[in-house]
């Protein structure tokens, strides 16, 4: 990792670290928890293909990891949603008034994942939809939680399971998930691309994120994919 790039993330991570101990899980991933599935679904289908989902829930490093290891999805890419492309630039998102969400852009085969299917991997394993602007140990508008739907289909799937979750009580403090179309998606700097594959020995990453990955493993086996 270049600490030079992420210096407050890399201290709080090692700060962290000394408090919990290097074998103890953060907070957020113990509180974590599996989701019911989606009541509603797109229908199954035979016919391999590929559909673009794209999500926004704390940084694109988690995100993006969870994903990497889902059956189904064939690629994924770190980058920004919500605003324009004269500001889709790390160190402008990271002053959180552009518009933009730190995002993933998961291009996956409806013929092995579903789309509500990645859904509740996404809000069981990789974001809590409660956390308003912020997720974790990240603050600012560009951490908030969104779903950017790509279709009108999309829209219905996900509108529909954030009501069931709204009406299960699952959560004690209200969901602030935003779900808005997708008008573009911007690729973000190549080296964030895979960063928590690249860089599995980064403190953030061991505390915030390498949890996710192992809650994905033990509660969805079948999607599971190294």
Known sequence: MNASRHPIRTLCAALALSLLGACALPPTAEAATKLPAPLQDAPHTAVHGEQVAVFAGGCF?????????????????AGYSGGSAATAHYDQVSEGDT???????????????SYGQLLQ?????ASDPTELDRQGPDSGMQYRSVIFYASP??????????????????????????????QAFYPAESWHQDYASHHPDDLYIAINDAPKVANLERWFPALYSR
Do not use: C, M, N
């Open 121 to 125: 991997v996404f809000f069981s394993v």
């Open 99 to 113: 518009g933009h969400a730190e995002s993933v852009k998961v291009l996956f085969d409806p013929a092995q994942v």
């Open 61 to 77: 490093w988690g995100v993006q990891a969870v994903f990497e290891h889902v059956r189904g999805v064939r690629k994924t890419w």
């Open 153 to 182: 289909e999309q829209q219905r799937i996900a509108g529909a399971y954030l009501d069931q979750l709204g009406k299960s009580r699952i959560y004690t403090a209200p969901i602030v998930t935003q779900l808005v179309p997708l």
